[in-house]
């Protein structure tokens, strides 16, 4: 595994941002102004310190976070990322994110979401399992397969949530695992989690292209990111025809307009640790190929790498948001002024919480589905959103995204009227 991550600057703040698309919401929809005052700030939050034994002997303290949003529709639901750049309000800001991701798909729950302040690949195995552990034990009286349930997201994978699910129970006393989701098959994970939050998104790129008449056989996309959402996504849109032009990761980027292997490039990338220097493209600088020609574009890495600098220079035609919170309210407005379709997160990565549902209702019933009722069960739950989310946006001539919170704010003001709470 490379042992550098490159550490990006983020200089928007995401919780102001989630909240700026919270209010516009809450605006467009006459909403009670409790809606906006409860949901502005999540219910809880929780700092811990995780000291962990390095291999070296030295103990090292970590600071992990943990935001519940809301729980007024359910247990809170959101993932935890191990990443240098961590802070209180991005963990804040994605938490919020869950709410309106969870509700627009009719998910029986609340927004979550945890994060560590670490660069794990300067970690040990032993180490991250002690730091994966340390991190349960900090937090485990606030979750719970009723209570909150984490997931795995930036640099987590499903080892990652084993060690957890295999903390809690142990502390808890009994075998757990609904508490927590993205599991290795072995512990009770689903079919089909590996690959959802790409296939959840290749789904709505797909209803996209039809309203749009874009034919994915001749279209072409660019990938920013290679991890889970990423390297999947690029593989499936390549299973439906589409040409993978562009693809980067934190290390660098790689082009090729002729079309770059999706599962050549993966191999690549496990062998070197990175898209860059593969054989089958040219390497290019990563912030640039965002501007590169391409059909579709689809952000799978951080936050706020669309913006007011570099949305008028976008030339696809949609922008099917993988990643969680890549375009800032500005770019959305140059975006949505110059015609390009974007998908917004909370609908074009809702596949990712969507079969996560799927693992813990699985876990609850003891019953375990084949991978083809999984997909069938996400697509029929993924292309439902989309069309909502269309209606909306054609029917209050707005942008996705805000049509995507309308759709959502409107189960949860209803869920709050109904608990009393407005
Ligand atoms: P991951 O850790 O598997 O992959 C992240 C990828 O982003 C890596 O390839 C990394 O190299 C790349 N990256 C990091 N910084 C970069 C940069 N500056 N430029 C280009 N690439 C960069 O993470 P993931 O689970 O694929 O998550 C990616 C995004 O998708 C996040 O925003 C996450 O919140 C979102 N998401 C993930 C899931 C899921 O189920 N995994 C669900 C919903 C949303």
Redesign the pocket.
Known sequence: MATE??V?HVTENSFDIARQQLRAACEALNLPSGVYEILKEPARVYVVSIPVKMDSGEVKTFIGYRAQHTDVTGPTKG?I?FHPNVTLDEVKA?SMWMTMKCNLVGLPYGGGKGGVVVNPKKLSQRELEQLSRGYIRAIVDAIGPDRDIP???????AQVMGWMMDEYSKLAGCCSPGVIT?KPLAVGGSLGRNE??ARGCVFTVREAAAKLGLDLSQATAII????????VAARLLNELGVTIVGV????G?VYNPAGLDPYALAEHKAATG?VKGFAGGTDVD?DGLLEMPCDILVP????N?ITAGNAERIQARIVAE?????TTPEADEILFRRGVTVIP?ILA?????TV?YFEWVQNRMHFYWTEEEVNQRLERMMVEAFCKTYEMSREKQVNMRLAAYMVSLDRIAKAMAARGWI
Do not use: I, M
């Open positions: 991550l490159k990006q993932g990322r994605l997931a795995p997201d930036v640099y987590t994978n993205g959802a939050t920013q990111g290679f991890g889970n959402a990423g390297s980067s990761d934190s290390q980027a990175s990563g799978a890495a951080l936050e790498v993988a990643a969680n919170g890549p997160d990565n809702a596949g990712g919480v996560s």
